[in-house]
C-alpha cells in the first residue's frame, strides 16, 4: 500500500487566510473552500449540495448514467480520498443543452461535510 498524500487548503489565492473550509464529516480532510461554492441551490440524496468547479482530497467512482432533478446526467460518485465516504459526485455528460454547464463540476453534499471556520 502506498503513501496517501493530502492536500490541505488553508489560503485564498491572494494569500490571505480563508475565511472557511468544508471537510469530510467522517475524518475532517479539507475538500473545499467555501469561498469557492458556485451556487447552493442544489439538491442532493441528504438534502442541501452544493456545486463547485473545484474539488481535493477526493477519488471518483465509475461512470454511471442518473436521473436527477434536471433530468438525466452521466455521473461518477466522489468519495474522501482518507476515508472512502461518499461525499456527492461529479458531473461528466449533461444530455440537455441547458444542463451543459454542470459537466466537470462537483456537487458536494452539506450533510457529509464539516466546516470549518478560520
Not at 444542463?99 to 458536494?108: A, N, T
Request: aromatic residues 10%; charged residues 30%.
Amino acid at each position: 500500500m502506498g503513501l496517501l498524500f493530502v492536500e490541505v487548503l488553508p489560503r485564498h489565492r491572494d494569500g490571505a487566510p480563508a475565511a472557511a473550509v468544508l471537510k469530510c464529516r467522517r475524518c475532517r480532510v479539507d475538500a473545499a473552500s467555501a469561498d469557492a461554492i458556485l451556487s447552493r441551490d442544489f439538491r442532493g440524496r441528504s438534502g442541501r449540495a452544493y456545486l463547485f468547479d473545484h474539488v481535493v482530497n477526493i477519488s471518483l467512482g465509475p461512470n454511471e448514467d442518473r436521473y436527477l432533478m434536471t433530468g438525466l446526467h452521466t455521473v461518477k460518485d466522489i468519495y474522501c480520498s482518507c476515508c472512502q465516504q461518499l461525499l456527492g459526485w461529479r458531473y461528466e455528460k449533461a444530455y440537455e443543452e441547458s444542463e451543459k454547464y454542470k459537466e466537470g463540476k462537483f456537487i458536494l453534499e452539506k450533510a457529509r461535510m464539516w466546516k470549518e471556520a478560520r
